[in-house]
């Protein structure tokens, strides 16, 4: 039965047309470019249905959040600033959610096991996601400011007030910085937990639970009220919205991300460098 | 041509890869057969860099895995056919792995063809397709860039009959055309029907290995007498002439070649039915032995 099998088996192959073309000829193999690896990255980050409406929610949010000032705000409030905090809150839960699933997805979908093979070093894979995820991000803003500033001029003229253009390029610079590092915060925890639930509870956690722990212990607790700009890290954050930063501010800033953001990124990305992926 | 070299895998005090080292030969297709547990995917991570081995190593086309720049066009590799974004369409898997390579977009509805997946198969979302489809995309993502060597880990699974033959033809054609090929299976007769070269493996560590031809020739011979009351007899005078011999399907099993089973079975005047080479029945034996013991240890598990 064996010596049949293994006969036809000859024959066909022998007689097969569909089998593949000469492997022979040894091609000149070109190293993947980094920009190769980004675009690849930014394709995926659009080509599921999730991801699609992911993104295209940044757009949505925008339009509505920018119909709800016009519809519902006094008429001395229509200024520039306030379209780009309405549209900047909800912003800044999507993107660190894309910043997420851009990691996530390789390992809750196990596509890592393709990604890794065709890109052994996962390091490159990183920077490229990081890369991808951060265009992703400004370009967000840049729309989002676009947006806004198109319902500063609808609603000035329903009103007939004066366009009032209050977001200096500066102030514009450090919401760009705040979501930025959201996104990165977004990153960390998808590179730490490597799974999309796991880490969008760790993303939620570390934007509405540790907020009202730190106000709530600054509320009762004299000692940490001059600690909290030091260790409250969305704390630190938020003024990048809404104050002008001093050179005490930036330093505050700089340690509440170095515990909270920079430390932690740099054991996931140790961890994913050295995990096993199955 | 893959080369391995006394690869060991360590999971605390479980050894998974056990000192396990062959090659796997170019313009050959070469099986890795081995029941389910039994460290053949491990060994095949290893070699394309997803695990690290405790020790030992692995070279493939003679170069670590990770040493090849653009790896897609020297290795074609299919690890877990169901591992995809079930969200994605088949098309645009294969069209991110193109991407990837670098390779020219015509190249996707090439290789979607080539592995027989129709264009409305493609547009699907992969959470649709059935497993066969899947591995039949899986074999499209390892062969896109047009590799040497293929690692491929249980493409047999999921495919019917003539999938499995398909698969067969296409593998034959590229060992033929001198490409590398190393493919997994938990079945004896896929290997059987597919593979040139068979390595098996069972409890992390090599149990036999060599070209099918000799695997099957080291198998001894079959022998049935006449009258059955006789077989015992002919198996003691087997016995007397050293030879081993055990009891299967109504037969003996000697471990001798034919000529010297007929010489001793005419000189204890024993009328034989049947006398062959036995076809794999040793190898047959060997595997069911490494898969009763991985049964028994899942029931007392």
Same mark, same amino acid.
């Given at each position: 039965?064996?010596?049949?099998?293994?006969e036809a088996g000859q024959v066909s192959? !022998?007689?097969?047309?569909? =089998?593949?073309? =000469?492997?022979?000829?040894?091609?000149? !193999?070109?190293?993947?470019p980094m920009t190769r690896l980004v675009g690849v990255e930014l394709r995926k980050?659009?080509?599921?249905? =999730?991801?699609?409406?992911?993104?295209?929610?940044?757009?949505? !949010?925008?339009?509505?959040?920018?119909?709800?000032?016009?519809?519902?705000a006094p008429d001395e409030a229509i200024t520039q600033n306030t379209f780009s905090t309405a549209i900047g809150m909800p912003l800044s839960v999507v993107l660190p959610i894309i910043a997420i699933l851009s990691v996530t997805g390789e390992y809750s979908q196990r596509t890592g096991l393709t990604t890794y093979t065709l890109v052994p070093w996962r390091g490159r894979v990183m920077s490229a996601k990081v890369v991808s995820t951060l265009l992703v991000g400004v370009a967000a803003m840049v729309l989002a400011l676009a947006v806004g500033a198109l319902g500063n001029v609808v609603g000035s003229a329903i009103t007939g007030l004066?366009?009032?253009w209050d977001v200096s390029l500066a102030q514009f610079g450090n919401i760009v910085l705040a979501n930025v590092l959201g996104m990165l915060m977004g990153f960390m925890l998808g590179v730490l937990f490597r799974s999309s639930a796991g880490a969008i509870v760790g993303y939620f956690v570390y934007s509405l639970v540790l907020p009202v722990a730190f106000g709530a212990l600054a509320a009762f607790q004299g000692w940490f009220r001059d600690l909290q700009p030091w260790v409250d890290v969305n704390f630190a954050v938020t003024r990048l919205y809404d104050q002008t930063m001093t050179a005490e501010y930036w330093q505050q800033l700089g340690v509440a991300t170095l515990v909270w953001l920079w430390i932690p990124l740099a054991i996931g990305l140790r961890a994913i460098l050295r995990a096993e992926v199955k | 041509m893959i080369s391995v070299e006394h690869l060991t895998k360590q999971y605390g005090p479980f050894t998974a890869v056990d000192n396990v080292s062959f090659t796997a030969a170019t313009g050959r297709v070469t099986g890795f057969l081995g029941p389910n547990g039994a460290g053949k995917s491990t060994t095949m991570r290893i070699m394309v860099g997803l695990t690290r081995p405790s020790t030992g190593h692995v070279t493939v086309s003679g170069r670590d895995y990770r040493e090849l720049v653009n790896p897609g066009l020297e290795v074609g590799v299919l690890l877990d056919a169901s591992a995809q974004h079930a969200g994605r369409t088949g098309r645009e898997i294969l069209a991110i792995a193109a991407q990837t390579m670098g390779l020219p977009k015509s190249s996707v509805a090439e290789t979607l063809a080539r592995v027989g997946l129709t264009e409305d198969e493609a547009e699907r979302r992969v959470r649709n397709y059935s497993l066969g489809m899947r591995q039949r995309l899986g074999i499209a993502t390892a062969l896109i860039g047009d590799p040497q060597v293929l690692i491929l880990d249980e493409p047999a699974n999921g495919l019917d009959p003539a999938g499995i033959r398909w698969?067969?033809?296409?593998?034959?054609?590229f060992a033929d055309q001198g490409g590398t090929v190393l493919l997994s299976s938990h079945l004896l007769h896929e290997i059987e029907v597919i593979a040139?070269?068979?390595?098996?493996?069972?409890?992390?560590?090599?149990?036999?290995?060599? /070209?099918?031809?000799? #695997?099957?020739?080291?198998?001894?011979?079959?022998?049935?007498?006449?009258?059955? /009351?006789?077989?015992?007899?002919?198996?003691?005078a087997l016995h007397?002439? /050293?030879?081993?011999?055990?009891?299967?399907?109504?037969? #003996?099993?000697?471990?001798?070649?034919?000529e #010297?089973?007929?010489?001793?079975?005419?000189?204890?005047?024993?009328?034989?039915?049947?006398?062959?080479?036995?076809?794999?029945?040793?190898?047959?034996?060997?595997f069911l032995e490494l898969t009763a013991d991985t049964a028994r240890e899942g029931a007392a598990a």
């Open positions: 039965m064996t010596t049949q099998i293994h192959a !022998v007689a097969a047309t569909t =089998a593949p073309e =000469a492997p022979a000829a040894r091609r000149v !193999v070109r190293p993947i980050m659009f080509d599921t249905r =999730a991801g699609f409406w992911l993104m295209a929610s940044v757009g949505i !949010v925008s339009v509505l959040a920018t119909a709800a000032v016009i519809i519902w004066d366009a009032v | 698969m067969r033809d296409l593998l034959r054609g040139d070269d068979i390595v098996v493996i069972g409890h992390g560590h090599i149990v036999a290995q060599g /070209s099918k031809a000799e #695997l099957l020739a080291a198998a001894g011979t079959l022998v049935r007498t006449a009258d059955p /009351s006789q077989q015992d007899r002919l198996a003691r007397e002439a /050293s030879v081993v011999t055990t009891p299967i399907d109504g037969g #003996l099993r000697a471990d001798a070649d034919p #010297l089973v007929g010489e001793t079975a005419h000189r204890a005047g024993v009328v034989l039915r049947e006398l062959r080479a036995a076809d794999g029945a040793g190898l047959e034996e060997m």
